[in-house]
């Protein structure tokens, strides 16, 4: 298949890899529900040879294949693969010959092999191909490719918030608080993600070395003070930025950045960001205040970690790798859900 084609053009094979993870499932609804892709082969070691209605009863009268085991779905080298697997899982895969392949884990985000050490704990098995993947965040990364690194949820979030504030603000300013929805730790069973530890709690974690921060400086050019929190809601993520200036009216320059965008709102000036309003969709709003006692500017970014921050973000890479609308197939409208 030829990448960056017409609108009009043959649906496009999908393949994903991991189906059974929160972010593969979200995946699977989307390309399901994508009128230019038809999914063709849907890997899970936990269910292969199962039909879909294993994974969720609702799925048992969906127009899809039975589950393959994950290596039998990256052999199909359909025209596109999306990879829903863990960090260190992805880092080792046989990457298809052809196709577009869009990677959601943080597996090939990073340029440099020896980060993956400090941030992920593994040794990166394929340092050299590092370089052939593209970061994708669409709304500050023109190019594309048939390799994507969909970001992170949090990075994304931050990145949409100060990515076209860049050069206007102080780089050793930035201090970063993110709060995300119990989905964003996965599904695999963590003593932190049980119900006793999340339920009336808020609590941080990782504090001064989540594996999101190097990619979040990677794009700015310096590095940020992040800390996350996890939130006692199943999904759901916001970004709040605290920085400083060095002049310029930073929300003229987030209201000129994404003013043709369909996926991005920059919010009246004095409303805040909320998550209710964009849980379950693939949409990012952002609010900016000052700071009456500082010199400061505080910038938020809500978005569904799940959502812009995972599987509908890697809709809208692969929308734009073969030549479609970005927010084709994208849950981008409706109000009062």
Not at 55 to 84: G, K, W, Y
Not at 219 to 237: A, E
Not at 293 to 319: H, M, P, S, W, Y
Request: glycine residues 10%.
């Amino acid at each position: 298949m030829t990448y960056k084609t017409h609108t009009m053009q043959p649906m496009a094979d999908v393949s994903i890899v991991g189906a059974a993870g929160y972010t593969g499932q979200e995946t699977l609804d989307r390309v399901l529900g994508h009128p230019q892709l038809r999914l063709v082969a849907v890997g899970s070691d936990s269910l292969a040879g199962k039909a879909g209605g294993a994974l969720d009863p609702r799925l048992a009268q969906a127009a899809m294949p039975s589950f393959v085991t994950n290596e039998a779905a990256l052999a199909h080298e359909a025209d596109v693969t999306i990879v829903c697997l863990s960090h260190e899982a992805a880092a080792a895969i046989e990457i298809p010959h052809g196709g577009v392949v869009v990677d959601l884990s943080g597996a090939h985000r990073l340029r440099d092999a020896v980060a993956y050490e400090e941030w992920y704990g593994f040794t990166h098995p394929h340092p050299d191909g590092l370089g052939d993947w593209v970061y994708g965040l669409p709304e500050l990364v023109a190019e594309t490719s048939r390799l994507i690194a969909n970001p992170g949820c949090y990075a994304t979030a931050t990145l949409l918030a100060l990515g076209p504030l860049r050069d206007a603000i102080e780089p050793d300013s930035v201090v970063v608080d993110g709060l995300s929805g119990m989905t964003g730790a996965g599904r695999t069973l963590k003593d932190s993600s049980h119900a006793g530890a999340v339920l009336e709690n808020v609590s941080p974690y990782r504090v001064g070395r989540h594996q999101h921060v190097p990619e979040i400086a990677q794009l700015l050019g310096f590095p940020v003070s992040f800390t996350p929190h996890l939130l006692p809601v199943r999904r759901g993520l916001i970004a709040t930025c605290n920085v400083r200036s060095t002049g310029p009216d930073l929300r003229a320059l987030l209201v000129a950045a994404y003013a043709d965008s369909a996926v991005v709102t920059v919010l009246p000036e004095g409303m805040a960001p909320e998550l209710a309003r964009v849980q379950h969709t693939d949409r990012a709003e952002i609010g900016v205040f000052a700071d009456s006692f500082t010199d400061r500017t505080v910038v938020i970014c809500a978005e569904d970690n799940l959502g812009k921050g995972a599987a509908g973000q890697a809709i809208q890479n692969v929308n734009r790798a073969l030549g479609l609308d970005d927010t084709l197939g994208l849950r981008v409208t409706g109000v009062l859900v």
